[in-house]
């Protein structure tokens, strides 16, 4: 979707490594939403934000870690990743109040 | 139990064939269903929202809820080669913005 985008597409790193993929979003969304999509279990959220500096874990957060200090960016960090977080990441945005959700075009995380 | 069970496929049908993708779903509080459409390698798009129960049509798209079942569906009619691609269901509670979504079915229509 072109109101939200994600950095870098592609990424291949190395166990141990820290990584940050950024997304960035224009539509002026409340809520923004971290996702992991892998074969078998379909999207599993990581960590929301629900405004500047607000922010909640979802159901796989162990090993992530989240800021929002704009609007309209949300970081996801793996402070030291696992061959276990290579997968497919998904950022999302909703606005106050909005039930559906608009997605970005994802990000291939591959850990070696 | 998972909140919201998704057959996964995958589903081949050949071109024009009607498609019925379906999900089910243990809250009776969901209020919001939503149904997702992801092409390979791309994110999820929205392509059917819907509130409570009842059919709602879109070209050749129809979603239906049926609450008393906890049950929803998506219907493609003439399904097309374009079609080919995987559906996730979604639905969310009436307050709160915590998205369920299901594992997603891959449906290959075959020209």
């Known amino acids: 979707d072109a109101g939200i985008t994600q950095s870098p597409r592609h990424k291949v790193t190395e166990t141990g490594t820290p990584v940050t993929l950024r997304c960035h979003q224009t539509?002026?969304?409340?809520?923004m939403y971290w996702y992991r999509q892998d074969p078998g279990h379909g999207l599993r959220l990581i960590h929301y934000?629900?405004?500047?500096?607000?922010?909640d874990k979802g159901e796989v957060s162990d090993g992530y870690s989240v800021s929002r200090s704009k609007t309209e960016d949300f970081l996801l960090t793996l402070e030291s990743a696992t061959s276990s977080q290579t997968s497919v990441y998904f950022c999302?945005?909703?606005?106050?109040?909005?039930?559906?959700?608009?997605f970005g075009a994802g990000s291939r995380l591959t850990v070696l | 139990q998972k909140e919201v069970e998704q057959d996964p496929g995958p589903l081949s049908v050949p071109e024009g064939a009607i498609v019925s993708l379906n999900c089910t779903y243990s809250?009776?509080?969901?209020?919001?269903f939503m149904w997702y459409r992801q092409y390979s390698r791309k994110g999820p798009e929205l392509l059917m929202y819907?509130?409570?129960?009842g059919n709602k049509e879109d070209g050749r798209f129809t979603a239906q809820v049926d609450k008393s079942s906890k049950y929803i569906s998506l219907f493609i009619r003439d399904s097309q080669p374009s079609d080919s691609a995987t559906y996730l269901c979604?639905?969310?509670?009436?307050?709160?913005?915590?998205?369920?979504f299901g594992t997603g079915t891959s449906l290959t229509v075959i020209p």
């Open positions: 809250n009776s509080a969901f209020q919001y």
């Open positions: 979604a639905m969310i509670l009436n307050t709160g913005n915590q998205f369920y």
């Open positions: 999302a945005a909703g606005g106050t109040g909005a039930n559906v959700l608009t």
């Open positions: 539509e002026n969304h409340r809520y």
């Open positions: 819907t509130y409570s129960s």
């Open positions: 934000s629900y405004g500047v500096k607000d922010t």
